[in-house]
């Protein structure tokens, strides 16, 4: 732990403060919260690698804290491995054709109707939905009721048990009535098995869709990815839809499809009624495995962490009568870096009274540092000597700040240490010491 301390010390006086020790185990932390949020373990174990690397390489931005910066580069991360852009659906034909596929209950017939909606609306193009679940009764009835509820013509042969022939002849009766869109929707089974496989192939050879789409249900986690690798393998799908992410699912399986198949994932459902479609943007979704994974919570645990060890460092200091000008530099930089500069100035012991007369942004601190800057290592480490008054001239000269400035500073800081050796005494010889700061 000593070294530890020791390292992050080191970090907090140079420049970078993204260090190995805090990058290696808090990226070891956001691997096993992203396979909670049910990113396959080899995809989450690239991506964390690759975080690593980046993170370490940054060291030198140092003006966010670190902890924000690595929130941020798993964010451009996980971002850049969905896809990084929104991705279009080729409905460009006459007609255009898509063709839905996927396994029972994923969602394809809801989908097919909230496609169906968003075309006609949004894009202002006449719609035919096709039914060619020809094994459940019910499904063709489904189908008829999502149509009618979005004002969009279903096309469907109740004798018919050929999904080859109903998708053909679906696609000209939309020729003959000026369908430019026509979106076909298949069966599945409940697992993936050869005979639903051979039919969504036929069907794709016979009509040549523009857009081909895999449905999966995002809450089947880890399962989702072996489905899209298989269907993924047998149709060569365009792209994946992700529905019933409105549920406490991670979205993790999106990660997981992108990295292992390699297509884009267009759409994600998030309810049950027609509107709730979303054109899948590769930033929100990295957003919501964050927030899942409980990234952002982690890091910042990490990072207060961090700041603790620095605190409990100088705390001991403080009880030993130890505080020197490198500790007090240090405890300039944490104020700094905390953010909020006014409402934390009084936590610290003594520190009010040095900023007491000083409107406090962070260029207030500069001739401080400067002045403390311009002390030799000797000086920092045993402010006694700084008695001597041809010390303080050669300070005020090096920092380019006046004797009347060194001479102040030194005399806050005495005072400062002066309150610590109280509050130690009134602290049971300073077994507490400064606990609460
Ligand atoms: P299919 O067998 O692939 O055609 O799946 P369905 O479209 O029939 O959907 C199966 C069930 O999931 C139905 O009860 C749908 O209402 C429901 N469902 C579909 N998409 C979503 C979604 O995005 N969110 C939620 N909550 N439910 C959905
Ligand atoms: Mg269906």
Redesign the pocket.
Known sequence: LSQRIDKAVKNLKGKGRITEINVATTVKEIRRALVDADVNYKVAKQVTDEIKEEALGRKVLINVEPGQLLVKIVHEKLTALMGGEEEEINIEGDPAVVLMS?L????????SGKLANFINKKRNKKVLLVACDVYRPAAIN?LQVVGEQIGVEVYAEPENKNPVSISQNAIKYAKENNHKVVIV?TA?RLAVDEEMMKEIEDVKNAIKPSETLF?VDSMTGQDAVNTAKTFNERINFDGVVL?????DTRGGAALSIRAVVNKPIKFT????KMD?INVFRPEGMAGRILDMGDIVDLVRRTEDMFEKEEMERLNRKMRKNQFDYDDFLSQLQQIKNMGNLKDLIGMLPGMNKVLRDVDIDENSFKPIEAIIRSMTPHERQNPAVLKEGSRRKRIANGSGTSIQQVNNLIKQFEDMRKMMKKMNKMTKGGKRGFANL
Request: no cysteine.
């Open positions: 996927g029972q209950g994923s969602g394809k017939t809801t989908f489904q929707d599945g449905v529905t019933k992410l409105d549920g459902g998030t309810g049950e709730a």
